[in-house]
């Protein structure tokens, strides 16, 4: 007899990229790849060649120091530290993880009791809403308001109402995956009101923060008043270094939460890929070089996938690597699409699971792993798959 399924995977919801990925690879046909976040841009050569030389020293192929190399903690300390206007130091504050989301769990295993909430928008990346409820949490949805053809907003009536006596925390993202929606000046501070008002966490998934387009003003929720010490921030070598292939992350918090965060680490991954760390605090001190020339690359892609999809219902990214296009207009959902545009030589990712009311009614296009050349011409392959054409 087959055992029975542990209760907590009860709600834990497939992410779909897998099984269309396989698909496309199955195939043998040169799909337009939209449905996985990997990029075609490659990492800054320095880190690439700083990884081939840590792949043989001895220094580097260690378990020590557990929660992380000296020098990429500080340089982390130093990046967060800049964008918050926080004094971060990477001795106190800062401990390396095996990639966000390994640090995303960590943290949620640290800080929550099972049964507590924890606040999160609606779309979000399924990823999240599955590592809330392994670490015993229930997400609530706060929803983006959507307008065809616009940028995502925040509503902040539905955040308010979001928050109850079990709330414990907030795990948002800005800009947000998968829409792109991005949070303003007055979004935060409705944010930082209701974690002061309430005695919240705030759990920042840092990992596209600086991936805006525009030229849309960053903010760091930890420098607003009465939030440093509330503040959780996540970060990844993945999407901003473009180092997917590294699975370093970090985590920067309170002083007083980092004995539990590194209870927590030495409990799960115990420490992160040892040959990958030296060189992304290489990218990262870095970035502040490169990250233009990368967001302008990142905006002119969206900026053509906004041009073909025109007139249909999606939402316009303020920055990140995706865009959701809502398919049930059509009287289709994400899943019926996907296989539609199959057919057509794209590869795409329904949003089961990501969202309530922002779910199985879209479709996710990323626009990070195809150059503006492949994208022209994609609108009439989605309209061909919609019965628009």
């Not at 979000?124 to 053809?149: E, K, M, S």
């Not at 980092?258 to 030296?278: E, H, K, R, T």
């Not at 969206?302 to 690597?321: F, H, I, S």
């Not at 779910?359 to 150059?371: A, D, H, K, L, T």
């Amino acid at each position: 007899m087959p055992r029975p399924r542990p209760a907590r995977l009860e709600h834990i919801a497939g992410i779909g990229v897998d099984r269309m990925a396989a698909l496309a690879d199955a195939s043998g046909r040169d799909f337009l790849r939209l449905e996985n976040l990997d990029i075609d841009i490659p990492p800054d050569a320095s880190a690439i060649a700083r990884t081939r030389e840590a792949a043989s020293r001895d220094i580097d192929n260690s378990y020590l120091p557990f929660i992380g190399q000296a020098r990429l903690r500080d340089a982390v300390a130093r990046h967060v530290s800049r964008l918050s206007g926080v004094a971060y130091s990477g001795e106190r504050h800062c401990l390396i993880c095996a990639g966000g989301l390994s640090g995303i769990l960590n943290v949620l295993l640290a800080t929550l009791e099972v049964g507590e909430e924890v606040i999160v928008t609606d779309p979000t990346y399924a990823g999240l809403i599955n590592r809330v409820r392994l670490a015993g949490g229930v997400p609530r949805f706060a929803p983006f308001q959507f307008t065809p053809g616009e940028t995502w907003r925040l509503d902040r009536d539905a955040l308010q109402g979001a928050v109850g006596p079990r709330t414990r925390a907030m795990l948002l993202m800005s800009p947000s995956m998968p829409s792109g929606g991005m949070f303003d000046t007055a979004d935060w501070a409705a944010i930082a009101s209701l974690c002061r008002e309430h005695d919240l966490l705030l759990i920042l998934d840092a990992a596209m923060e600086r991936l805006v387009f525009e030229a849309r003003t960053l903010i760091h929720p930890a420098g607003l008043p009465g939030m440093a010490e509330r503040t959780i921030t996540v970060g990844s070598c993945a999407k901003e270094l473009r180092m997917i292939g590294w699975r370093v992350g970090w985590i920067v918090a309170p002083e007083a939460l980092i004995p539990d965060l590194v209870a927590v680490s030495l409990a799960n991954v115990v420490v992160p890929v040892g040959i990958a760390q030296d060189a992304v605090a290489l990218a990262l001190e870095h970035s502040q070089e490169s990250m233009s020339a990368y967001v302008e690359e990142l905006q002119a892609r969206r900026d053509v996938m906004v041009a073909e999809l025109a007139g249909l219902p999606y939402g316009k990214p303020a920055g990140g690597w995706s865009m959701l296009l809502r398919v049930s207009d059509y009287g289709l959902d994400g899943t019926a699409v996907a296989q539609r545009l199959l057919q057509q030589g794209v590869c795409a990712t329904a949003m089961a699971g990501w969202g309530e009311i922002h779910g199985p009614q879209y479709i996710r296009f990323v626009f990070s792993n195809e150059p503006v050349s492949r994208l022209r011409g994609v609108g009439r392959r989605v309209r061909a798959a919609l019965g628009t054409a």
